[in-house]
């Protein structure tokens, strides 16, 4: 069979299409590609085959991965058809979820600092030394922050607006449990902290007026909206111009009975819808990162969603 008619085969179906048009922007390992498309280690593995048989890709391996990229060769014919798969690869419905996964994929890449933090945090609980603590290094941390006004969405008890409250100017905590809200007030009153203020709401329609705050955070509160994009569209609006979204929130997972033990609405979110609901609302700079995975099953694993809503 002639390279032509085997090219012509291999990209006779889309999961091959995405593919090739992954590796027209990046040299990729299959554990990246599994994570951008969410299709199957060993269907990708077979599909990679294929386009590699057919003379399309090549593969080298670097320590215990094996990296693919496009084999580039102007003097064959099949060059034009690598080409006219790239192009027609933006007509696939994943195109676009696709696109925004590798982006991200290549932005994590390029921000080791993560990875050093997890080795870091690794390391602690395993060597001793006096002193050495989470709630010391919490309290260092603190005080690095500048008096920033702060809206803490979905806020529960308080105890990350109590934390914010010792250095921040001024902190909003939003929860729609009218008891808690009174627990968190009564808490606050006590611990003289005259700067936390507790409202109850709804984190997708927080009770704070446009541009009022120059820091928005949702931690672990996201999966308990009705309407996660609406809650994130809601951030957007109490932020300044030039400030600054974060939140902590579920990897997408399986684990069905966290919607009776916990209260959950979502079983987590996958990075790619978090990225569109985020450039939808408006926000800019968008970067999500896995930054913990629990060592028990069901294994939850954290996200961390950074973002800047634009400077007027």
Known sequence: MSSTLKSLRALATPARVRLLALLGESELTVGEMQEITSLGQSGISTHL????????????????????????????????????AIRSATELPESAADLMNLKRI??????????????????????????????????????????????DLGSGEGLLSELLARRCKRVIAVDN?????????????????????????????PPLDDASVDLVILSQALHHAEDPARAIAGAFRILRPGSQFLALDLLRHKFS????????????????????????????????????????????????????????
């Open 106 to 151: 290549l932005d994590r890449r390029h921000h080791q600092e993560l990875v050093y933090f997890n080795q870091v945090a690794g390391r602690f609980d395993r060597v001793y030394g006096p002193g050495r603590s989470w709630q010391a290094f919490g309290q260092l941390l603190l005080r690095v922050m500048p008096p920033l006004e702060v809206a």
């Open 177 to 205: 449990s009218e008891k808690i809200v009174t627990f968190g007030k009564a808490r606050a009153k006590k611990n003289g902290l005259t700067n936390l203020e507790f409202r109850h709401g709804d984190l997708q329609d």
């Open 49 to 84: 085959g294929q386009l590699q048989e057919a003379g399309l890709v090549k593969s080298h391996r670097d320590g215990r991965h094996a990296h693919y990229r496009i084999l580039y060769d102007r003097d064959q014919p099949t060059q034009a058809l690598i080409e006219l």
């Open 257 to 312: 009975k966290a919607h009776e033990l916990f209260g959950d609405r979502w079983l987590g979110f996958r990075e790619s819808d978090l990225h569109h609901w985020m450039e939808n609302a408006g926000f800019i700079s968008v970067e999500i990162s896995i930054v913990s995975r629990e060592p028990d099953a069901p294994h939850f694993e954290t996200l961390l969603v950074s973002a800047d809503k634009p400077a007027k």
